[in-house]
């Protein structure tokens, strides 16, 4: 049986992402990502699942707010691109609260019967 996957709910997987992040909601992450999900922040750093909900339980990576801009989707052979643009309110590793800009491309695949985050690359815009 072929399932047909629509753009809504590509970006509702999206948007729940965003929401869980700002409300620093590590189970509903734990949902979202696929074991093998991989975070490449801004910096260029390549951060492990596990890594980075550990520093969010921890707060060291601590997210308030993700206000949608903008938000496209892509199909690819092996899943969808969804790229958003959003402005993120964190405090990462101590620092002040700050707005960033934030542009993020997601890969996401059926895995195991559910849509699951396997990827997300994070620049600003």
Known sequence: MRVIIMENEL????RNYN????????????????????????????QPRAEWLGEIKQGQMAYFDSQEEHVTVDKLSDG??????????????GSTRHAWPLKTVM??????????ITAAVVTTY
């Open 107 to 116: 890969s996401i695949q059926r895995l195991a019967g559910q849509l699951q």
């Open 19 to 46: 929401m869980a992040l700002a409300a620093d909601d590590v189970e509903q992450l734990d949902q979202l990502l696929a074991p093998q999900f991989t975070l490449t922040h801004m910096t260029g750093y390549v």
């Open 80 to 93: 969808w691109q969804v790229t958003g643009e959003n402005r993120v309110t964190a405090s990462i590793h």
């Open 11 to 14: 970006i509702k997987v999206y």
